[in-house]
């Protein structure tokens, strides 16, 4: 019986009242429509130089030296993300991915952004984002494509600026304001 998950099974459990667990409670509130639009910001804390920095470039194309833009350079990075600009500031995850250098012309970067938040209200959440970033421009929109935990179903878009940019130590501050939706008690295990 457990073992076929047919569509039809999965639209009566929709119509169970009593939900068992938290998983039940979660579907149960993804069938019920509570969706909710969260609006969320974060800074990341990306540090370039120094002795500890979060981002590291993993592979550079032959023309990445000539190229406007640093064509294909790849960077990976673990960032740590705060919830104020300031680095002491609570910490509540990583922002982690790779961001790579896609355009021949400008500095514009191809992105996939896994934000994992380690405490709060999110904890064991992520969001994902990916997109196009053209560093240069004061406002930048990336596509929240999806998210696990609190995050289920999530879309939405993302806000980032670059808030701080300290050219001595290598370090830049970025701001990224959330629009996304989400499931009204749809984390694991905490409903
Ligand atoms: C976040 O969740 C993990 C796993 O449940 C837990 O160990 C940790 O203490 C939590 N962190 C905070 C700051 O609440």
Redesign the pocket.
Known sequence: MEKTKTPLLLIISCLLTAAADSEAVWFENICQGKENLVKLTVYIQDIQGGPSPTVYTVAISPISASSPGGFGVINVVDHLVTAGPDINSEAVGRAQGLAILADLHTVAASENINFVF???EF??STITTIGRNQVANSERELTVAGGTGAFRFARGYAITRTYLEDTVADYLVLQYTFYVTRYAGASR?TV
């Open positions: 380690t405490a709060g904890n064991g295990g």
